[in-house]
């Protein structure tokens, strides 16, 4: 079965700063992985997505995520924290049985303050 | 192109009843999944669609039913509603499946009294 962990429910971080958001996943078979984005009162927006066509991956807003199978690992970063960047994040991973299920993360709720 | 749509988007419910959520895909997204997104238990996966055929089931009870139709909208059913069914319920559209990004709806919120 697949799983993904998410260090840290919470993450504060300054305008200007680095944003880095943690997740492991657990997976027998090459996954694909996902990082989604939540506003409050709203969907889920799709931020990113590994395929194994590149390690590094870059998506909307600025957010990058980079694979390392050695340590079964796709953080997300950001160089520099903007305020409309406050939200929940989500990484996910899919593929097992050939489906496109996403099993979730439990969220990291991203706090940027002035 | 239009994204997922769901209706409606709130709802209140008493308990015992039931209740009807439905889902637009994307234009030309043959794949509908549904989850269920709650502060104790997160996102959890419900079912998925393809070719109005119910393609893959997560662990929930039977009470919780699905379908979807020729033009790919879908809708899921809850019956004998309980408390603990208050949560947001989102849809997801895909393309095909196996690895396919999926996009979500803004999701239908169940309030169960």
């Known amino acids: 079965a697949q799983s993904v962990t998410q260090l840290g429910s919470h993450v504060s971080v300054s305008e200007g700063a680095l944003v880095l958001l943690r997740c492991n996943y657990s997976s027998s078979v090459p996954p694909y992985l996902f990082w989604y984005v939540q506003y409050p009162n709203q969907g889920l927006q799709l931020l990113l997505k590994?395929?194994?066509?590149?390690?590094l991956v870059k998506g909307i807003n600025g957010f990058e995520a980079e694979f390392k199978k050695s340590e079964t690992s796709f953080h997300l970063t950001k160089p520099s924290a903007h305020m409309s960047d406050a939200a929940e994040y989500f990484c996910?991973?899919?593929?097992?049985?050939?489906?496109?299920?996403?099993?979730f993360g439990k969220g990291t709720m991203l706090l940027v303050s002035p | 192109k239009a994204g997922v749509t769901q209706t409606p988007r709130y709802l209140i419910k008493t308990r015992g009843q039931q209740v009807t959520l439905s889902c637009s895909p994307i234009s030309g997204h043959r794949s509908v999944s549904w989850y269920q997104q709650t502060p104790g238990q997160g996102l959890q996966f419900l079912f998925e669609?393809?070719?109005?055929?119910?393609?893959n089931k997560g662990n929930f009870p039977g009470r919780f039913s699905g379908r979807q139709f020729s033009n790919s909208r879908s809708e899921m059913n809850v019956s004998t509603l309980e408390l603990g069914d208050s949560a947001l319920y989102l849809c997801?559209?895909?393309?095909?499946?196996?690895?396919?990004?999926?996009?979500f709806g803004p999701g239908t919120r169940l309030t169960v009294t």
């Open positions: 669609y393809f070719s109005e055929t119910q393609r």
């Open positions: 590994y395929t194994s066509a590149a390690t």
């Open positions: 996910a991973v899919s593929g097992q049985g050939g489906y496109s299920t996403l099993t």
């Open positions: 997801a559209s895909s393309v095909d499946s196996g690895g396919d990004e999926q996009y």
